[in-house]
Nanobody
Framework: VQLVESGGGLVQPGGSPRLSCGAS????????MGWFRQAPGKEREGVAA????????RYADSVKGRFTISKDNAKNILYLQMDRLKPEDTAMYYC????????????????????WGQGTQVTVS
């Protein structure tokens, strides 16, 4: 199982990049998926999560209204559309998968996710 993020880079404040997360040996249609981020010196924090049904989504307060999580089960790709970026959004962004279809319980806990990508850096400056 391998998750691979892409789409990061240097972005100006107010920019709108889209992150992608592809998978090999994995099927998104059966799992709760999440996006996390980690800034230097800070804990890894969850920012968005989506159920296997692709309809039910959850967002951290810090990104609500600016970020949109979605996935294409047919293509097995998870997305994070990031709008109106701020310098404080600068971090390494990771996609992650749980072993259950629904994002229930403590879905913001990194310990509840079993597979992780290597991360993609987003720098807002």
């Amino acid at each position: 199982v391998q998750l691979v993020e892409s789409g990061g880079g240097l972005v100006q404040p107010g920019g709108s990049p889209r992150l992608s997360c592809g998978a090999s040996g994995y099927t998104y249609s059966s799992n709760c998926m999440g996006w996390f981020r980690q800034a230097p010196g800070k804990e890894r924090e969850g920012v968005a999560a989506i159920d296997s049904d692709t309809v039910t989504t959850r967002y951290a307060d810090s990104v609500k209204g600016r970020f949109t999580i979605s996935k294409d089960n047919a293509k097995n790709i998870l997305y994070l559309q990031m709008d109106r970026l701020k310098p404080e959004d600068t971090a390494m962004y990771y996609c992650a998968a749980r072993s259950v279809p629904n994002c229930v319980g403590n879905y913001w806990s990194k310990w509840s996710y079993v597979n992780w990508g290597q991360g993609t850096q987003v720098t807002v400056s």
